[in-house]
């Protein structure tokens, strides 16, 4: 017969199935087929006995499937050709198994799906995980398909309590049925097709006219379902409603959006829990509530939808076969969309500049001053009929070159010319050192689009002594482009390679196929190892002209640097720490080389969203005398425990992490997935000496130009935006300082005032691009936050010892979001002192660590753990779960320390008492 569906009333434990709506949109396919047939033997023996004696019974005797596959792919065949019967894929009445003869051969997608169905719910009754992942892996049958009684796979793994497949066809998106979530329609749709089949049975028997086949496929088709039916009774003797979901935390998301994290309960109650009922209201009554279910597997769900500044109460059901569980309360009990914005309705500032540069490129097009559009359409077009020529070199002398380091994506070897020097093409061999360090800026600036290099080599006048060196620079370009066939030729290294013999090489680094590169004249993809060893054999420093030293000892700093560009950063909030050094040559920061082009910087949210609440609880922590923050946030517990990795990253020592200063002036918004808040060092370590070397680089730590690395970011996050402001600004540079040279010639006034004119609209839309460009230096804003000693500013040691508040939501009506802070404690009580705790790194007390913890009189036991793990476990090993405080005895008799004492309050009883604090593993 075909599936049965009925319409139940919701149970007492189980909601009402409008109310429980799954946001999954699988459709579960229905196939018009009988569910495999089993021997009436064996399936009424399984019937009465325990799960493990059912599954010897019916379990096959063949090979297992991977055997199969291999035997009928002809590897164990001696003429290893596949053995093709008409019956490929049949039941052996003789040993109740299956024949999978063609099933992984091309003759498969032609099978009969009734078969292949029938050979899935054989598995599911079996727990068979691997057999059934090898079908659903390889799109033999649908997750959701229905057998003839009308059950899914997923109904059948939850009746045999098959925890492991459950969870399996979960991960494909297989659903519950509807009409079975009550145990009570269940059983009704399970006696009704019994009572069906047995009557089939009689009739046939009794009229005789039956074909024999016929007969015993009824008979086995009965046994089958006398079996779920016994094995829904036991369900209902052995199994209960599951406890509450262990936790449920929310997280915000967006101004309209919460992500609620379920952990599923400690007992499921003796049966799988495969879904989990999400409640949310804008009461802690739930009245008005609405309801939403998904998958267990998950274990997390984002709540969108919801309305911006009021507050959203969240509780969670877990369910199996038997009902919900008791409801779980959120922590926090309530959370309230909003964003950090909010606080002082700050706009975007990247959304805002990305309006002023559209805006002022349109006005450019208006009047004629817009770049040229010179992007190459195809990988010939190049503009070096501009430029003269110029040829690779192998032997360099006193002047400026340019050179290119083209890294193998796959392979560790890098392109050479002649097999001992990356491809180098002379520039100028008279610079002087103004001229240099103009043009270095020039072309850093040029190497984040080389697509714009032709549109600013048009208007770069030869009467102009600083376009000349620049037209020098752009003919080398020109050079290494066609003859590598390649427009994109990466970004230029952050320093120039000096060279002791007066060589200037400014090398451009990219990561590439080495099939995207065409290799001539000499060009050759070459080891690494194998390069620097024929480079120092060629090398001679008595020769008037060789191959310098220095451009072979910085390969492995160029390899590495152009294997890490473009990289970016995974969707989510993060803490970035800024250290910075000032140089002759400027300002430098400190970043990870693996990653040189963004600071240095580890992930605190999965999402890229900071809420009104602790957005504005960070605010008020530097006004309070008394240190403010609410009990359960988790941003404020991420970023303290964050800081002692994220300085590992700088190789810095964590032990002064306590006098880091939290920047709270701004968040970056590198992009819509990515946010970023910054750590400085106390003000009195901030820039506090100038330098001629860099003193804090280390074989994982560098250091890069401030403007190099702001500029980096917005190319790498905001790339549409700055390939607009960069042409803008380039050109507009060139027709400024062109326009400049040309008022200090002899001309008629008439000309002169027209080029007076030009040139005011010139520097006039040139000062609003970079008016535009200065408002996201977000380095310039965090160095003047760094050198401020008189503002207020919360530190990471104030946040590990921080005082108590509690959000309170908002009155009804009412967006405003207020916030109950503790009264503010004495300076006796905020003043720090000395905890003795002895570390227990062994069992017995001969293997005691001393330690001293400075902590105030109001710091809990539980912050003492919190403490200790952060300056003496590893970050791997930081579960305060897992830790606890003893007071230890001189008998060895031990008592554990309440978490919510004082311990420094007691301090002097436990001492004269001989008592020990030890910090030990539970």
């Known amino acids: 017969g075909g599936g049965l569906s009925c319409s139940t009333p919701s149970s007492p434990h189980t909601p009402h199935r409008s109310r429980m709506a799954s946001t999954h949109s699988n459709t579960p396919t229905t196939v018009t087929t009988m569910t495999p047939p089993l021997s009436a033997s064996s399936a009424s023996h399984s019937a009465q006995s325990s799960p493990e004696t059912r599954k010897k019974a019916l379990r096959p005797r063949t090979n297992s499937l991977k055997q199969l596959k291999k035997i009928f792919s002809g590897s164990s065949t001696p003429s290893g050709k596949i053995s093709s019967s008409q019956d490929d894929l049949s039941m052996s009445p003789s040993s109740n198994r299956f024949s999978l003869g063609g099933m992984f051969t091309p003759k498969a997608k032609q099978r009969d799906p009734r078969e292949v169905l029938a050979l899935a719910f054989r598995c599911v009754r079996l727990g068979d995980v691997d057999q059934l992942g090898e079908l659903l892996a390889g799109n033999m049958i649908e997750a959701n398909a229905r057998d003839d009684f009308g059950h899914t796979l997923l109904d059948v793994a939850v009746l045999y309590n098959e925890t492991g497949i459950c969870k399996q066809l979960q991960?494909?998106?297989?659903?519950?049925?509807?009409?079975?979530?009550?145990?009570?329609?269940?059983?009704?749709?399970?006696?009704?097709?019994?009572?069906?089949?047995?009557?089939?049975?009689?009739?046939?028997?009794?009229?005789?006219?039956?074909?024999?086949?016929?007969?015993?496929?009824?008979?086995?088709?009965?046994?089958?379902?006398?079996?779920?039916?016994?094995?829904?009774?036991?369900?209902?003797?052995?199994?209960?409603?599951?406890?509450?979901?262990?936790?449920?935390?929310?997280?915000?998301?967006?101004?309209?959006?919460?992500?609620?994290?379920?952990?599923?309960?400690?007992?499921?109650?003796?049966?799988?829990?495969?879904?989990?009922?999400?409640?949310?209201?804008?009461?802690?009554?739930?009245?008005?509530?609405?309801?939403?279910?998904?998958?267990?597997?998950?274990?997390?769900?984002?709540?969108?939808?919801?309305?911006?500044?009021?507050?959203?109460?969240?509780?969670?059901?877990?369910?199996?076969?038997?009902?919900?569980?008791?409801?779980?309360?959120?922590?926090?009990?309530?959370?309230?969309?909003?964003?950090?914005?909010?606080?002082?309705?700050?706009?975007?500032?990247?959304?805002?500049?990305?309006?002023?540069?559209?805006?002022?490129?349109?006005?450019?097009?208006?009047?004629?001053?817009?770049?040229?559009d010179c992007t190459a359409k195809q990988r010939s077009s190049r503009f070096g009929g501009l430029f003269g020529g110029s040829k690779f070199l192998k032997t360099l002398k006193r002047g400026l070159y340019f050179g290119v380091l083209m890294a193998c994506d796959a392979d560790p070897k890098v392109l050479s010319f002649g097999g001992s020097v990356i491809p180098i093409t002379a520039v100028d061999d008279s610079l002087s050192g103004a001229e240099l360090a103009d043009l270095v800026a020039w072309a850093q600036r040029v190497s984040f689009d080389w697509n714009a290099a032709k549109s600013v080599g048009v208007n770069l006048s030869p009467d102009v002594p600083s376009h000349v060196v620049r037209r020098k620079f752009l003919s080398a370009v020109s050079t290494v482009q066609s003859t590598l066939d390649l427009t994109d030729l990466g970004r230029l290294y952050p320093e120039a390679v000096r060279c002791s013999n007066g060589a200037v090489v400014l090398v451009a680094c990219s990561r590439i196929s080495a099939r995207d590169v065409r290799t001539s004249s000499g060009l050759a993809w070459t080891a690494i190892d194998a390069l620097m060893a024929k480079a120092a054999a060629a090398s001679d420093p008595r020769g008037p002209e060789c191959v310098p030293r220095e451009v072979t000892d910085q390969l492995d700093s160029l390899v590495h640097f152009a294997k890490s560009l473009h990289k970016k950063l995974d969707p989510g909030l993060y803490l970035a720490c800024i250290e910075m050094e000032s140089l002759l040559s400027g300002l430098q920061v400190k970043v990870c080389k693996h990653a040189p082009h963004l600071p240095a910087c580890v992930r605190i949210r999965d999402t890229p969203h900071i809420s009104r609440d602790e957005w504005q609880l960070l605010q008020d922590a530097e006004n309070f005398d008394a240190h403010v923050a609410p009990e359960n946030s988790e941003l404020l517990h991420a970023i303290v425990a964050a800081v002692p990795s994220l300085l590992g990253k700088l190789s810095l020592d964590s032990k002064h992490s306590g006098g880091y200063r939290l920047y709270t002036d701004d968040v970056l918004e590198l992009s819509r997935d990515v946010l970023m808040m910054f750590i400085v060092p106390a003000a009195d370590a901030f820039l506090t000496s100038t330098t001629a070397k860099a003193q804090g680089v280390t074989d994982t730590v560098t250091v890069v130009p401030k403007s190099y690395l702001e500029t980096c970011v917005w190319a790498t996050y905001q790339p549409d935006f700055f390939q607009q402001y960069l042409r803008a600004s380039l050109f507009l540079a060139n027709e400024s300082e062109h326009a400049a040279h040309r008022l200090r010639e002899i001309l008629p006034e008439p000309k002169l005032q027209e080029l007076r004119t030009r040139q005011q609209a010139i520097d006039g839309f040139r000062a609003r691009v970079e008016e535009s460009w200065n408002d996201l230096l977000w380095l310039t804003a965090i160095v003047q936050f760094g050198r401020e000693k008189e503002r207020s500013f919360i530190t990471v040691e104030q946040l590990r010892h921080c005082g108590r508040v509690q959000p309170v939501p908002p009155a009804a009506g009412s967006r405003a979001r207020a916030v109950q802070v503790v009264s503010t404690p004495s300076s006796k009580d905020t003043q720090t002192q000395e905890l003795q705790v002895f570390i227990e790194s062994g069992s017995g007390t001969q293997r005691l660590m001393p330690a001293k913890v400075a902590i105030s009189r109001l710091t809990t036991a539980s912050g003492v753990i919190d403490k200790l793990l952060l300056e003496h476990c590893d970050e791997a090993d930081r579960d305060p779960a897992a830790y606890t405080l003893v007071l230890r005895q001189t008998d060895g008799q031990e008592r554990s320390v309440a978490l919510d004492s004082r311990p420094l309050l007691v301090q002097a009883h436990w001492r004269t008492s001989g008592v020990k604090v030890v910090f030990k593993r539970k």
């Open 171 to 372: 991960a494909f998106g297989a659903t519950e049925s509807d009409e079975f979530v009550d145990p009570a329609s269940r059983q009704r749709h399970l006696e009704t097709l019994l009572g069906e089949r047995r009557a089939a049975v009689l009739d046939d028997l009794r009229k005789g006219t039956s074909k024999h086949h016929m007969g015993e496929q009824l008979q086995d088709e009965a046994s089958m379902l006398e079996e779920m039916l016994n094995q829904l009774h036991t369900i209902n003797r052995t199994a209960t409603q599951p406890q509450a979901p262990a936790s449920v935390r929310l997280t915000p998301v967006s101004s309209t959006a919460v992500s609620v994290c379920v952990r599923p309960p400690r007992d499921s109650g003796n049966a799988p829990v495969t879904r989990f009922l999400v409640e949310w209201a804008d009461n802690d009554r739930f009245e008005n509530s609405k309801q939403v279910i998904f998958p267990a597997l998950k274990e997390e769900h984002l709540l969108h939808g919801l309305t911006q500044g009021e507050p959203c109460f969240v509780r969670v059901q877990a369910i199996n076969i038997t009902g919900c569980s008791p409801p779980a309360t959120s922590s926090p009990p309530c959370m309230v969309p909003s964003s950090w914005r909010e606080v002082h309705a700050q706009a975007s500032r990247v959304r805002m500049c990305v309006e002023k540069v559209s805006h002022i490129s349109h006005q450019l097009n208006e009047a004629e001053l817009a770049p040229p």
